[in-house]
């Protein structure tokens, strides 16, 4: 009797080789937008002590009350999988003491992140995000260069149809006058919220503004809101942010009741939307995190990040979008005989030596089914070994995109030295 098969666990999903093109595509975006702007890859644990995520994010989140997977080790430590990334560089920060001497800290990563919660198109228990974190400066300007970069990589990823929401969310002092205005508008009818909002209410009531349920907003919607208890500090440092963002020519929509999910954000606040995500139209959103580090037991230090989930992205990227990695030639090489297969392979070995990306067929197939392969597995050039132009010690390459082909002498490939020699070559012999 067969075995049952073991299958993923629910809310989770294999990222098969045909999607990983598109999956590299938005790592590799990331990394050059991020190296241009001078920040530094890290690289974090995915799971933390389960106190870094209580005092980080908040005991009264829904990620930390409801969302998290916390486990006991061996030694009886509670250990949670990471449900989000800054926590994470932040507790870095401080215990590598990274701010000494360097000024402002400038990070990017990327990995799983874990929340157990509904999933959904795009929404997943183990996703993948990337997060970009500046940390050591209040300064407006660099507010807008974190919105300026997250608008960028997702414009170099193909998605158009981008809203910038933004707002003010203040400190706690902003914050405190609100609630208590909040709690003289909503304490009335309190009963016609959701029993999210109504435990929410007893919390952190500027979080009943993240519900995504109609009716709860519908009742929020003569609500008095963060910014309208703004100190005038506070208030400049928004204004400024703004103006910074008309520099780089980047539309937004101020949004008033716009407010973030963890309780770790201040000031600054912001969403990208795309249409093409439906009515769960977030792509990414940021913000300040000013008292993190001191939450965390680290100096008083301001921060300023955001996260994109890429599985998001995924679904928002149009299909057509360019995935070439900047490789600009690929090989497969199909041989009509075995008796070329010692060759093939010293030519594929050769060409990864110049940095070029080659394959061979290990399944003794047809020369047809190599063909096949060839273009099925996106490569530009198939290499055919073939009887009659071997006897003249030759190769046939093959473009597969328009099926021209000439002969190259396999002697004169292996007395080029570099990629872009190769190229040349390559360029003349057509």
Known sequence: MAKEKIKAIYGTKDILPDDTGRWLKILSVVSQVAKTHNYG???????????LFARGIGETSDVVSKEMYTFSDQGGRSLTLRPEGTASVIRAYIEHSLGMGRGISKLWYAGPMFR???PQAGRYRQFYQFGIEAIGSLEPSLDAELIGLNYEILRLLGIEDLTLEINSIGMPADRNAHREAFTKFAAPFLDNFCADCKRRFEINPLRMFDCKREKCQANLGEAPVVYEFLTDENLEHFKKVLEYLEILE??????????????????TAWEFKSSRLGSQDSISGGGRYDLLSEQLGGPPTPGIGF???????????PDEVDVDMGEEMGFFLVISDEKFRPDAFKLSAFLRKLGLTADIDYQVRSMKAQMKQAGKSGFKYAVIFAEDEMKRGAIVLRNLADSSQFEIVLSDIYNIGNIEVFGEFIGKKR
């Not at 890859?41 to 106190?51: D, M, Q, R, S, W």
């Not at 996260?307 to 990227?317: D, S, T």
């Open 307 to 317: 996260a994109a989930g890429m599985e998001r992205i995924l679904m928002a990227m």
């Open 250 to 267: 980047i539309p937004f929509n101020v949004n008033k009741r716009l407010v973030r999910g963890l309780d770790y954000y201040t000031r």
């Open 41 to 51: 890859l890290i690289v974090n644990p995915i799971f933390e002590a389960t106190e």
């Open 116 to 118: 157990q919660e509904r």
